[in-house]
Nanobody, 125 residues
Framework: QVQPVESGGGLVQAGDSLKLSCEVS????????PAWFRQAPGKERQFVAG????????YYADSVKGRLTISRDDAKNMANLQMNSLKPEDTAVYYC??????????????????WGRGTQVTVSS
């Protein structure tokens, strides 16, 4: 019954910014560590960013570090992904996922129990 729902995707130019949001229904975000994954056509779903349930630690893929920032607002039951300096290679469907991962497992897709349906981000050159 726990369901993350992504929003905020769209078509932008290279260098632009977007803010993706993940609203959680059927449960409390505070119980989970959320993360963002993305999947481009013909490619594997890959880890983008994650944040511990306490919000004290964040994790990023090397390809997005310094440009994307994950945050959580448990009072609003929402996790966000601020995306700056977007590049065409960022084009993908972005998914919000919720898990209970510990240690170094934050990038492991199998650690996440609940997934949103995704939101499309398209960056033109």
């Amino acid at each position: 019954q726990v369901q993350p729902v992504e929003s905020g995707g769209g078509l932008v130019q290279a260098g632009d910014s977007l803010k993706l949001s993940c609203e959680v229904s059927g449960g409390s975000l505070s119980r989970y560590a959320p993360a963002w994954f993305r999947q481009a056509p013909g490619k594997e779903r890959q880890f983008v960013a994650g944040i511990s349930w306490s919000g004290g630690m964040t994790y990023y893929a090397d390809s997005v570090k310094g440009r994307l920032t994950i945050s959580r607002d448990d009072a609003k039951n929402m996790a966000n992904l601020q995306m700056n300096s977007l590049k065409p290679e960022d084009t993908a469907v972005y998914y919000c996922a919720l898990g209970y991962y510990t240690g170094s497992s934050y990038a492991d897709i199998s650690e996440y129990d609940y997934w949103g349906r995704g939101t499309q981000v398209t960056v033109s050159s």
